[in-house]
């Protein structure tokens, strides 16, 4: 079983920054693709951006530019550094782990960007 554990959200001014960070624990695969997934009121979850475990990182069109997805294998760590952030990007974000056709998630933290 995987648990993941989320941290860093919050409030923050349009132009801002925020960094957001996932722990993963339980029985991680080296080979197992990490990745952030985010959910607007009234709006699908979408993918934010992923990173394979050999460390290629994929972004959303919306965010390619403005932020930047790392992870640390030996911590089995994901991080996501959000700047330029835009009240547009305002949503409940979560960690996702995908690793032998399973599929886990984070319990999400609220990132909220103010005009």
């Known amino acids: 079983q995987v648990q993941l554990v989320e941290s860093g959200g919050g409030l923050v001014q349009a132009g801002g920054s925020l960094r957001l960070s996932c722990a993963a624990a339980?029985?991680?695969?080296?080979?197992?693709?990490m990745g952030w997934y985010r959910q607007a009121p009234g709006k699908q979850r979408a993918l934010v951006a992923f990173?394979?475990?050999?460390?290629?990182?994929n972004y959303a069109d919306s965010v390619e530019g403005r932020f930047t997805i790392s992870r640390d294998n030996a911590k089995n760590t994901v991080t996501l550094q959000m700047n330029t952030l835009k009240p547009e990007d305002t949503a409940v974000y979560y960690c996702?782990?995908?690793?032998?056709?399973?599929?886990?998630w984070g319990q999400g933290t609220q990132v909220t960007v103010s005009s």
């Open positions: 990173i394979t475990g050999g460390g290629t990182p």
């Open positions: 996702n782990l995908q690793q032998y056709a399973s599929n886990y």
């Open positions: 339980g029985s991680i695969a080296s080979r197992s693709t």
